[in-house]
Every structure is written in structure tokens, then in C-alpha cells.
């Protein structure tokens, strides 16, 4: 069973990725904590709500219904979510549990980081995007109108378990999306992962057992290695923005209403790699086969309509622009990313325009 650590200046805390491994949550509960919040959605409560129960080891807990969607990751979400804490005997001892894919395990982890100054946090993702990505490595947040994740926290959890057979019930298009972060990982640090999703098409979108608990555990040892080494991105950590610059500056302009936030990022990795390949810092056997494996695990809405010129404008406003400046994560071969800011706009907005196609 792989287990990693994540070795942060707030926390040392490990992620499990296991089948089954739900059922340790008792583990993980420290005996100081006081009542427990579940914090889910309707479906995952009805898929996975036993499971979670059982793992409990009988501790009673309350469970806090989100309903769900990037539109309401919102801060009114959080405020609602607190009040019905305090409504249910909430103090300072109790324990957060983020139960869900990525909105979920953002949004409750903001929670957790605010509620009364902060109160300790367990992740358990059950999506592949947040298996892999979002519940790992203490990131929280919500969405402003302005732009995505615009308010947030650092708020590093107790610990973070990963089941991989939750993969299995995933719908397809949730599945699709969160694979995009899976290529993301393959191309800013592991041409081996990269390689296997290129080659084996049919056994990951198969989700043959095996090749997911490989893909997983090879993204969160990557995640895990980037967070330890820096938690607050003020260095490495930005190289796991690969794609979203663009991605994000796509999910505000469609208003978080079209694309999921892995498609998001599709569109992005493409624009970045064909912006690497415009200012020479990409070859074109290798921005040809990112752009190819991106392309053959993509099924979804079309994004020709909307305005390059409207995205560029987007970008200055995301938080990963600095003083105006834009800054992108470009591969300079796969397996092997690099940050550059003062890009050329007229190279940026032809990157976009020919990613949206
Ligand atoms: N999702 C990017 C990060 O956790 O830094």
C-alpha cells in the first residue's frame, strides 16, 4: 500500500492511497477531537455514505450536504456550512471531513480553515481530479466572480486517504477530467506516467484497476514531492499550474458553467504548449505528442466561441499574475517544465486563439 509523506512547515501528514481504505478513518480521528462534520454531496453520500459510517468505527457525526457545482463554490456556501455547525454544538475541538471531488475538498477545507480561527481537517477525495490533485497539499478555497480561487488558505489537513476503487463509479466525464491533471503531472515531472497515459489509451479510460492505482500513486508521489519542498508556492509549487493559467481564465469566462475544471486545464496545457513551441523553447516531436494525448482523451464542449481577447484580458487578474505580469508554466521537453513571465502578447493571444480551435 503506498504511502507518502508530505513534509510542510505546519504539518507532517501522510496520503494513503489503498483500496478499502475508507475504512481506516478511526485511525485518523485524533482522540482529542470532538464532534465530527462530514462535509459531502447528495451523491457521494449515496454511493460511498456507508462506507464512510463504518469507517468511523461508530463515532457519531454530522453530515453537512453541499449541493455541489463550481458556481457554488462561493463564499456564502462557507457561511452557510458554518452556521449549521454552530446550529449542531460545534466548538473548537471539532473535526472537519472533506468527503467529495475537488470543490468539495476546497470548499470544506476552507471551511475548516476559518471556522473559529481553524479546526483540524481530514481529506478523503473521491474523485480522480481530487484524488490526484486537489485534496492534496492543504490548498482551500472559493471562487469570486472575478476569477477562481481568488479567496483562500493554506490549511493543511491530518491526513489525506485516497481509495482508488472510487474511481470506479465515477461518471465518465468527471473521470475524463480529472485525467487531464494525470497528463499534467506526466508532462511537468514524469515522462514515464506521460508514457503510459500516451500508450495505453484503452486500459486507462478502461479504468482497469491496476493502471488507476499506478496513475494515482505515481501523481500524488509527484504532488506530494513538490508540496514538501514548497507548501506556499513561492517556488516549485507553481509548476503545478501547468495549464491553468489559461484553464482558469476559461472557467471565469464561461462562468464555471461550461467546462469542468480539468477540461479547463486541458484547453490550457494546450495553449501553454503551443506557446512554448511558438517561443522555441519546445521541440516539435514532443509539443506534437502532448498536444496528441491531450487530444485523445478530450470529449468535451467546444470552446471555439469564446474571445482570445477576452482570456488574455482574464489573465492579468489571476492570482498567479504578479504586479500585471502574467506567468506561465511551459514544457521544455516532457517530464520537464519551466516558469517564464514577459511573455510577448501577441505569442500568448496565438497560442490561445489556436488551443480554442
Ligand atoms: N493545484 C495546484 C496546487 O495544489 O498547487
Excluded at 490526484?132 to 497539499?137: M, R
Excluded at 503510459?196 to 488507476?212: I, N, T
Excluded at 509549487?237 to 467546462?259: D, K, P, Q, W
Excluded at 466561441?305 to 488574455?312: G, T, Y
Amino acid at each position: 500500500m503506498p504511502v507518502f509523506f508530505l513534509r510542510t512547515p505546519a504539518r507532517e501528514y501522510a496520503a494513503l492511497v489503498s483500496r478499502g481504505t475508507i475504512s481506516r478513518i478511526h485511525e485518523f480521528v485524533p482522540p482529542s477531537a470532538g464532534k465530527i462534520f462530514a462535509v459531502t454531496t447528495d451523491d457521494v453520500w449515496q454511493l460511498h455514505g456507508a462506507a464512510f459510517s463504518a469507517g468511523t468505527g461508530g463515532r457519531p457525526f454530522h453530515v453537512i450536504r453541499f449541493a455541489g457545482g463550481e458556481q457554488r463554490k462561493r463564499l456564502v456556501s462557507v457561511e452557510t456550512m458554518a452556521e449549521e455547525m454552530i446550529a449542531s454544538g460545534a466548538d473548537r475541538s471539532s473535526l472537519v471531513i472533506a468527503f467529495g471531488g475537488g470543490i468539495v475538498t476546497d470548499l470544506a477545507g476552507f471551511l475548516a480553515a476559518v471556522f473559529m480561527r481553524g479546526v483540524p481537517l481530514i481529506q478523503i477525495p473521491t474523485t480522480l481530479l481530487a484524488q490526484v490533485d486537489a485534496g492534496i497539499g492543504g490548498k482551500t478555497g472559493a471562487n469570486l466572480v472575478s476569477g477562481k480561487n481568488l479567496i483562500g488558505s493554506f490549511h493543511q489537513p491530518l491526513a489525506v486517504l485516497i481509495d482508488p476503487d472510487m474511481i470506479a463509479t465515477l461518471p465518465e466525464r468527471e473521470y475524463r477530467a480529472g485525467l487531464f491533471e494525470v497528463v499534467k503531472y506526466g508532462v511537468i515531472a514524469s515522462e514515464p506516467l506521460f508514457r503510459l497515459l500516451s500508450a495505453h489509451r484503452d486500459a486507462v479510460l478502461a479504468r482497469d484497476p491496476q493502471v488507476v492505482e499506478q496513475i494515482i500513486s505515481e501523481s500524488v508521489r509527484i504532488k506530494c514531492e513538490v508540496v514538501s519542498a514548497d507548501e506556499k508556492e513561492s517556488g516549485l509549487r507553481r509548476i503545478l499550474n501547468f495549464g491553468h493559467t489559461v484553464g482558469h481564465a476559461i472557467e471565469a469566462e464561461t462562468t464555471y458553467s461550461r467546462l469542468l475544471h480539468g477540461e479547463a486545464v486541458a484547453v490550457g496545457m494546450k495553449a501553454a504548449t503551443l506557446l512554448a513551441r511558438n517561443i522555441g523553447l519546445l521541440g516539435a516531436p514532443d509539443c506534437r505528442e502532448i498536444l496528441d494525448t491531450t487530444a485523445r482523451y478530450s470529449d468535451f464542449p467546444s470552446v471555439a466561441d469564446l474571445s482570445p481577447q477576452n482570456l488574455l484580458a482574464r489573465l492579468a487578474r489571476d492570482k498567479k499574475s504578479v504586479q500585471g505580469t502574467v506567468h506561465f508554466v511551459l514544457p521544455r521537453r516532457i517530464g520537464e517544465v519551466e516558469v517564464l513571465a514577459g511573455l510577448p502578447g501577441d505569442a500568448i493571444l496565438e497560442s490561445i486563439k489556436a488551443a480554442l480551435a
